[in-house]
Nanobody, 125 residues
Framework: VQLQASGGGLVPSGGSLRLSCAAS????????VGWFRQAPGKSREFVSY????????VYSDSVKGRFTVSRDNAKNTVTLEMNNLKPEDTAVYYC???????????????????WGRGTLVTVSS
């Protein structure tokens, strides 16, 4: 199983980016997918997750109202739309999956067993 996050880059404060998480070796539609981020010098933190059905989403308070997570099961991808970006959003962003199909994870890192390579998001002030 391999996950790959992509779409990061450098944007000005207030800008937008769309991150994608693609999977290989597994059918993403059966799994909830989470997004986490790690800022320089800080520990990794939860950002959002979407359940395997796509009907339920959860966001951290710091991104609620600005970020939107969605999925396209036909394309085997999950997207994190990030709007009104702030310098404090600067981090490496990771997508992750739990081990169990049709299971709703929490915001805890330990619920996720598969982690993709991250993508760097830099927001300039």
């Amino acid at each position: 199983v391999q996950l790959q996050a992509s779409g990061g880059g450098l944007v000005p404060s207030g800008g937008s980016l769309r991150l994608s998480c693609a999977a290989s070796g597994i059918t993403l539609k059966d799994y909830s997918v989470g997004w986490f981020r790690q800022a320089p010098g800080k520990s990794r933190e939860f950002v959002s997750y979407v359940t395997w059905t796509g009907r339920n989403t959860v966001y951290s308070d710091s991104v609620k109202g600005r970020f939107t997570v969605s999925r396209d099961n036909a394309k085997n991808t999950v997207t994190l739309e990030m709007n009104n970006l702030k310098p404090e959003d600067t981090a490496v962003y990771y997508c992750a999956m739990p081990a169990e199909r049709h299971w709703t994870p929490s915001m805890r890192e330990n619920d996720y067993i598969y982690w993709g390579r991250g993508t760097l998001v830099t927001v300039s002030s």
